[in-house]
T-cell receptor
Framework: DTAVSQTPKYLVTQMGNDKSIKCEQN?????MYWYKQDSKKFLKIMFS???????INETVPNRFSPKSPDKAHLNLHINSLELGDSAVYFC??????????????FGPGTRLTVL | GQQLNQSPQSMFIQEGEDVSMNCTSS?????WLWYKQDPGEGPVLLIA?????ELTSNGRLTAQFGITRKDSFLNISASIPSDVGIYFC?????????????FGTGTRLTIIP
């Protein structure tokens, strides 16, 4: 009974390809996030969705497009992959924008390697 | 974007020692969270703090929300091998419509046999 799950765990691909990473949470949370962790382990928010609505969109190239078919899923599609996209991508979720806390729960990560 | 400064960057300690680390920000937050990340895994929430001056414990871990609201501290007492990992602080200024967490640079804890 995994709380936040991501697929795939590892993704190795060539430059220029298009790829998707999927995320699902079974916590009943309303808000989901995508983070990027670079080689120095720095975690940076990319996107956030609340109930399928985009609420945070950091300065991310428009090759990255999140899609939320329902509040339990937030997928990340990346077009025309570049070497600099190599990183670990984490999905996270939290209860609600209206909740008194913003405790975010993370998935296990997807390690993307662009060759 | 904003980064939180965590120190120390890395620690090498012996089993049984106590550990202290801190996180400072140039701006105020009204939420501080502490996470631990094991190799190949996602960050796991350890402690959440919501009030300036608050002191909260979770087993051997104790964290404090600094009175200035610009810093937070994490202590681990009597360290054990499974404490090894990277510890991240994260701050948030909770305003409706902004749930963004800003993460610290991390403290890597290693236990020397």
């Amino acid at each position: 009974d995994t709380a936040v799950s991501q697929t795939p765990k590892y993704l190795v691909t060539q430059m220029g390809n298009d790829k998707s990473i999927k995320c699902e949470q079974n916590l009943g949370h309303d808000t989901m996030y995508w983070y990027k962790q670079d080689s120095k382990k720095f975690l940076k928010i990319m996107f956030s969705y609340n109930n399928k609505e985009l609420i945070i969109n950091e300065t991310v190239p428009n090759r990255f497009s999140p899609k939320s078919p329902d509040k339990a899923h937030l997928n990340l599609h990346i077009n025309s992959l570049e070497l600099g996209d190599s990183a670990v991508y984490f999905c996270a979720s939290s209860q609600s924008r209206l909740a008194g806390n913003n405790e975010q729960f993370f998935g296990p990560g997807t390690r993307l390697t662009v060759l | 974007g904003q980064q939180l400064n965590q120190s120390p960057q890395s620690m090498f300690i012996q089993e049984g020692e106590d550990v202290s680390m801190n996180c400072t920000s140039s701006s105020i937050f009204n939420t501080w969270l502490w996470y631990k990340q094991d190799p190949g895994e996602g960050p796991v929430l350890l402690i959440a703090l919501y009030k300036a001056g608050e002191l909260t414990s979770n087993g051997r871990l104790t964290a404090q929300f600094g009175i200035t609201r610009k810093d937070s501290f994490l202590n681990i007492s009597a360290s054990i091998p499974s404490d090894v990992g990277i510890y991240f602080c994260a701050g948030q200024l909770r305003v409706f419509g902004n749930e963004k967490l800003t993460f610290g640079t991390g403290t890597r804890l290693t236990i020397i046999p």
